[in-house]
């Protein structure tokens, strides 16, 4: 009896961490409400914020978890007259969020990911991806049934610089143009020295790593004008290279990079 209620007791041991949790990370299906979807978004950002791991990139749109930014979407934004146009704006701040919080997942530790996967159906980083995916989608949706929506995004798009008012006003600023311009020159020498002086017979194999396009297939003008054309047929106007292209491009123009190994931190 004894060995019984050891054995017993040793079996709910060993389980409760995983019972709880399991039962305090919620997973979301496509059936589950906004809430959920809202949820994962802010515990993602807190991780995020906790462990610094935020992208640079992109700005944060206020009011918009799901939605990121720059300077070139922005001014688009607030030029769009149409909510055709505003609507596909916004998709691609949607994409901009999304390609943002896939890198900022993979910065974040291992046992912080696998935090946040048990909000997946499978637990793990892929189905979280589609599950971020899915949400933001969501979100997407319940916030543009109205219309108005556009007119609160136009206002939340605006890009914060990185100036301080005070520091213009006394003329701090002009005050470090010497010393960053006198660094940046000597940078621009070193590299010139360094590009002027290169020998390449003195690469060794066992120490450089080279990139290269895995084929060199020339473009003509006339077939990159029609590409860059073709790219921008679209309600905003920007330019949507497809894989295809983005591949033709770099087989085109892409240079040869040689990286030499002087040590292991290279």
Same mark, same amino acid.
């Given at each position: 009896?004894?060995?019984?209620?050891?054995?017993?007791?040793?079996?709910?041991?060993?389980?409760?961490?995983?019972? &709880?949790?399991?039962?305090? %990370?919620?997973?979301?299906?496509?059936?589950?409400? %906004?809430?959920?979807?809202?949820?994962?978004?802010?515990?993602?950002?807190?991780?995020?914020?906790?462990?610094?791991?935020?992208?640079?990139?992109?700005?944060?749109?206020? +009011?918009?978890?799901?939605?990121?930014?720059?300077? &070139?979407?922005?001014?688009?934004?607030?030029?769009?007259?149409?909510?055709?146009?505003?609507?596909?704006?916004?998709?691609?701040?949607?994409?901009?969020?999304?390609?943002?919080?896939?890198?900022?997942?993979?910065?974040?530790?291992?046992?912080?990911?696998?935090?946040?996967?048990?909000?997946?159906?499978?637990?793990?980083?892929?189905?979280?991806?589609?599950?971020?995916?899915?949400?933001?989608?969501?979100?997407?949706?319940?916030? &543009?049934?109205?219309?108005?929506?556009?007119?609160?995004?136009?206002?939340?798009?605006?890009?914060?610089?990185?100036?301080?008012?005070?520091?213009?006003?006394? +003329?701090?600023?002009?005050?470090?143009?010497?010393?960053?311009?006198?660094?940046?020159?000597?940078?621009?020498?070193?590299?010139?020295?360094?590009?002027? %002086?290169?020998?390449?017979?003195?690469?060794?194999?066992?120490?450089?790593?080279?990139?290269?396009?895995?084929?060199?297939?020339?473009?003509?003008?006339?077939?990159?004008?029609?590409?860059?054309?073709?790219?921008?047929?679209?309600? +905003? +106007?920007?330019?949507?290279?497809?894989?295809?292209?983005?591949?033709?491009?770099?087989?085109?123009?892409?240079?040869?990079?040689?990286?030499?190994?002087?040590?292991?931190?290279?």
């Amino acid at each position: 009896m004894a060995l019984r209620q050891l054995l017993t007791a040793t079996l709910l041991t060993a389980f409760l961490p995983i019972l &709880f949790i399991t039962g305090c %990370t919620p997973q979301i299906t496509p059936q589950d409400d %906004t809430r959920s979807c809202a949820t994962l978004f802010d515990v993602f950002d807190r991780q995020v914020e906790r462990h610094k791991t935020g992208d640079a990139a992109t700005e944060r749109v206020t +009011g918009f978890s799901y939605l990121r930014s720059d300077r &070139f979407l922005a001014q688009r934004m607030r030029q769009a007259d149409s909510n055709e146009e505003q609507r596909y704006l916004a998709e691609q701040m949607r994409q901009r969020d999304l390609d943002s919080r896939y890198r900022e997942l993979l910065r974040l530790p291992q046992e912080v990911q696998q935090q946040l996967a048990l909000w997946a159906p499978d637990s793990t980083i892929l189905a979280l991806k589609a599950t971020l995916s899915r949400c933001s989608a969501q979100l997407m949706r319940e916030d &543009f049934q109205n219309e108005e929506v556009y007119q609160r995004l136009k206002k939340a798009v605006a890009i914060k610089d990185d100036y301080h008012g005070w520091r213009r006003a006394v +003329g701090l600023y002009p005050l470090f143009v010497l010393p960053v311009s006198w660094l940046a020159d000597n940078a621009h020498e070193e590299i010139q020295h360094s590009v002027a %002086t290169f020998d390449e017979s003195r690469l060794k194999p066992e120490t450089t790593l080279v990139y290269r396009p895995n084929s060199r297939q020339p473009l003509a003008a006339k077939a990159i004008r029609a590409m860059l054309t073709a790219s921008r047929s679209n309600i +905003g +106007g920007l330019h949507q290279l497809d894989q295809g292209d983005r591949q033709r491009l770099a087989d085109s123009f892409a240079p040869i990079l040689r990286q030499v190994r002087q040590s292991d931190s290279d």
